[in-house]
């Protein structure tokens, strides 16, 4: 029997798949890029490319509001850009999930990437969202599929964060 790759990137897509998310927006990110991809190519899946994640707020918000399940999948840096419109979610009372690969953390070379990479949590309890974390590869099915169950049988507002040293040191290139 010819052995298979399994990876904690296909087991985020497995997850979201199964569990009926019909849309994903994104701000185009190396560790979200299986996910993204995988969406691209699924006919039942509307990818959304976004300009700034604070976007992906209104879309998984109108996502809802359409019947549909979304999440959002973004880096931790893009959680500072979304404050503002996570108070929609708690006003509204919206489900929502979204996926944050982290920066800031294990070997990181941007030191621009630290400040919001430890604050990251603490920010996301702050606006009423419950944080879940994923440090190895074989426990982030199991935490995504929890998160997404709370989310949309709950009704609850759930961020899975997804360790750096998950996806491994990122390296600076010059061209």
């Given at each position: 029997?010819e052995a ?5 990137q296909k087991?985020?897509?497995?997850v979201?798949k199964?569990g009926?998310?019909r849309?994903?927006?994104?701000v ?10 995988a969406a691209?190519?699924d ?5 959304v490319v ?8 209104g879309?998984?918000a ?5 019947g549909?399940?979304a999440a959002?999948l973004?880096q931790?840096?893009?959680?500072g850009?979304c404050v503002?419109?996570?108070?929609l979610?708690d006003?509204?009372?919206f489900?929502?999930?979204?996926l944050?690969?982290?920066r ?13 990479g430890?604050r990251?949590?603490g920010?996301?309890e702050?606006?009423g969202?419950n944080?879940?974390r994923?440090e190895?590869?074989d426990e982030v099915?199991?935490?995504v ?6 989310t949309?049988?709950?009704?609850e507002r ?8 998950l996806?491994g040191?990122k390296?600076w290139e010059r061209?």
């Amino acid at each position: 029997m010819e052995a298979v790759e399994h990876s904690w990137q296909k087991d985020v897509f497995d997850v979201l798949k199964q569990g009926g998310i019909r849309q994903i927006a994104f701000v185009p990110d190396a560790g979200h890029s299986y996910a993204i991809s995988a969406a691209r190519s699924d006919p039942d899946i509307t990818d959304v490319v976004l300009t700034t994640e604070e976007e992906g707020v209104g879309v998984v918000a109108g996502a809802w509001l359409g019947g549909q399940r979304a999440a959002l999948l973004m880096q931790s840096s893009g959680v500072g850009n979304c404050v503002n419109m996570f108070s929609l979610l708690d006003s509204c009372r919206f489900p929502f999930l979204t996926l944050v690969t982290m920066r800031g953390e294990y070997a990181e070379f941007n030191p621009w990437q630290g400040p919001m990479g430890r604050r990251t949590q603490g920010v996301l309890e702050l606006m009423g969202i419950n944080v879940h974390r994923a440090e190895r590869p074989d426990e982030v099915g199991e935490i995504v599929g929890a998160a997404l169950e709370s989310t949309f049988l709950a009704g609850e507002r759930n961020a899975v964060l997804l360790s750096q040293s998950l996806i491994g040191r990122k390296k600076w290139e010059r061209n």
